[in-house]
């Protein structure tokens, strides 16, 4: 049972807009920032968001990020068949003394 | 370009160790702050540990379930980073990916830039 909760599904035509939350504690997303990831099967993760919303270079504006209290979110609009994979969220947890991830979103893109 | 290699996988047995590398290149390893992720089959993320720049004191942090049973260290001489395994067991099945760690604030990093990763598995 991850410490980060996150739905294990989502999914979408192209162009549409899915949204993915992570929810946690006052000891970890209520207290940092959180970042997020996309994982292709058999390719390494690669960050999507950085300090909750702020992307890295190279991330296209397609992908949004926001927090508010022990809860955070990732967006993706204008959804393509790339961005199919898997997504984890991850904070830094206060209690446990190290780094934590969601269980991980799976986008299927229909 | 950054880029990880990590090597070492296989399988091992209950109770057994194994030492995993990772190679780095492309940046000043002895700069950056590492870590080890892994993935069981069919799970998702989990953080296995980290190590600290030897100017930052070298100092290692690891996740409960590998406390006391893995040791993180680094050879900055040679651009690689080490976890050895010991006291093996079935659940530390996995895919093991080394990362360089960055979005530091407070003293906590998070993963950047990942390897391949490679698969170990424990059974006897």
């Known amino acids: 049972q991850s410490v980060l909760t996150q739905p294990p599904s989502a999914s979408g035509t192209p162009g549409q807009r899915v949204t993915i939350s992570c929810s946690g504690g006052s000891s970890n997303i209520g207290a940092h920032h959180v970042y997020w990831y996309h994982h292709f099967p058999g390719t390494a993760p690669k960050v999507l968001m950085s300090?909750?919303?702020q992307r890295p270079s190279g991330v296209p504006d397609r992908f949004s990020g926001s927090k508010s209290g022990t809860s955070a979110s990732l967006a993706i609009s204008g959804l393509r068949s790339e961005d199919e994979g898997d997504y984890y969220c991850?904070?830094?947890?206060?209690?446990?003394?190290?780094?934590?991830f969601g269980g991980g979103t799976k986008v299927t893109v229909l | 370009e950054e880029q990880l290699v990590e090597s070492g996988g296989g399988l091992g047995k209950p109770g057994g160790s194994l030492r995993l590398s990772c190679e780095a290149s492309g940046f000043i390893f002895s700069n950056a702050w590492m870590s080890w992720v892994r993935q069981a089959p069919g799970k998702g993320l989990e953080w296995v540990g980290r190590?600290?720049?030897?100017?930052?004191?070298?100092?290692?942090d690891y996740a409960a379930p590998v406390k006391g049973r893995f040791t993180i260290s680094r050879d900055d001489s040679k651009n690689t980073l080490h976890l050895q395994m010991d006291s093996l067991k079935t659940e530390d099945t996995a895919v093991y990916y080394c990362?360089?760690?960055?979005?530091?604030?407070?003293?906590?990093?998070?993963?950047?830039?990942w390897g391949q990763g490679t698969l170990v598995t424990v059974s006897s």
């Open positions: 190590i600290k720049t030897n100017t930052d004191g070298g100092t290692t």
């Open positions: 991850a904070t830094w947890d206060d209690s446990l003394s190290g780094l934590v």
């Open positions: 990362t360089t760690l960055g979005y530091c604030s407070g003293g906590n990093c998070f993963p950047l830039n």
């Open positions: 300090r909750s919303n």
